[in-house]
């Protein structure tokens, strides 16, 4: 069986990264999340001051973005990757609803994109990847074998958000509070002028509103199973 780049786009709080992850694993892929890089600087951004409300000081992240550096390293207790900012692990203080609210404003910026699209594309040299995000299918790997585009309502997506917040300690947020950030998010995402969210022309379609993990893995299971044995 030939080895391929595998890429997952759509919206947010779809589980593209759950997905990722476990389709990784079950195939023997290595899962790179693009989506926790641009969180990792809006966590940056966060705790250097580089925020006045929602407005972000895109001259000052400028001249900081040389200093950032994002990394994933291997939780052998949890066997998946975890994301380091710096050195430092930020993969709990990076899901949180500040982030959240915020990284669509980061993911935004050109000079951004282009620095983290680079990083992406120096990691997937090798093929035997999965990676998900925004404009992996469009933009980061044009030319991957195997594109999805996964997507489901609003309201389910709000729900399953706010299902992993309030497992993670979190009473606060309200399902308001999530479905407003999700609309505002995928507006932002589809209307930002560098990269914006779009579906690529040869990319198959995943509404995973009622499936079951189990059947959302057999389907992607057998979509790559039918590209690696051509």
Same mark, same amino acid.
């Given at each position: 069986?030939?080895?391929?780049?595998?890429?997952?786009?759509?919206?947010?709080?779809?589980?593209?990264?759950?997905?990722?992850?476990?389709?990784?694993?079950?195939?023997?892929?290595?899962?790179?999340?693009?989506?926790?890089?641009?969180?990792?600087?809006?966590?940056?951004?966060?705790?250097? =001051?580089?925020?006045?409300?929602?407005?972000?000081?895109?001259?000052?992240?400028?001249? @900081?973005?040389?200093?950032?550096?994002?990394?994933? $390293?291997?939780?052998?207790?949890?066997?998946?990757?975890?994301?380091?900012?710096?050195?430092?692990?930020?993969?709990?203080?990076?899901?949180?609803?500040?982030?959240?609210?915020?990284?669509?404003?980061?993911?935004?910026?050109?000079?951004?994109?282009?620095? /983290?699209? @680079?990083?992406?594309?120096?990691?997937?040299?090798? $093929?035997?990847?999965?990676?998900?995000?925004?404009?992996?299918?469009?933009?980061?790997?044009?030319?991957?074998?195997?594109?999805?585009?996964?997507?489901?309502?609003?309201?389910?997506?709000?729900?399953?958000?706010?299902?992993?917040? @309030?497992? $993670?300690?979190?009473?606060?947020?309200?399902?308001?509070?999530?479905?407003?950030?999700?609309?505002?998010?995928?507006?932002?995402?589809?209307?930002?002028?560098?990269?914006?969210? /779009?579906?690529?022309?040869?990319?198959?379609?995943?509404? =995973?509103?009622?499936?079951? $993990?189990?059947?959302?893995?057999?389907?992607?299971?057998?979509?790559? =199973? @039918?590209?690696?044995?051509?």
């Amino acid at each position: 069986m030939k080895t391929i780049t595998i890429a997952i786009d759509g919206f947010s709080s779809c589980g593209k990264s759950t997905m990722a992850k476990d389709l990784a694993k079950q195939i023997g892929y290595i899962y790179i999340d693009s989506g926790a890089m641009y969180r990792a600087i809006t966590l940056y951004c966060i705790q250097n =001051n580089l925020f006045d409300g929602d407005v972000l000081n895109e001259e000052k992240l400028s001249q @900081h973005i040389k200093d950032i550096h994002i990394s994933f $390293k291997l939780n052998k207790d949890t066997a998946t990757p975890e994301t380091y900012l710096n050195g430092v692990n930020v993969e709990k203080e990076i899901r949180t609803m500040e982030v959240s609210n915020k990284v669509s404003y980061v993911s935004a910026v050109g000079f951004v994109r282009r620095a /983290m699209v @680079h990083q992406q594309q120096e990691m997937g040299k090798l $093929k035997g990847i999965v990676m998900d995000g925004r404009d992996i299918g469009t933009v980061v790997f044009p030319d991957a074998e195997l594109k999805f585009f996964v997507t489901a309502s609003p309201d389910i997506r709000a729900q399953r958000r706010l299902d992993e917040l @309030h497992a $993670k300690g979190d009473t606060k947020t309200t399902f308001n509070d999530v479905l407003d950030n999700i609309k505002q998010r995928d507006y932002i995402d589809q209307h930002r002028e560098e990269s914006p969210l /779009m579906q690529a022309e040869d990319a198959l379609v995943l509404d =995973n509103s009622t499936l079951t $993990k189990e059947q959302q893995m057999q389907w992607l299971l057998d979509k790559f =199973n @039918h590209i690696t044995s051509q």
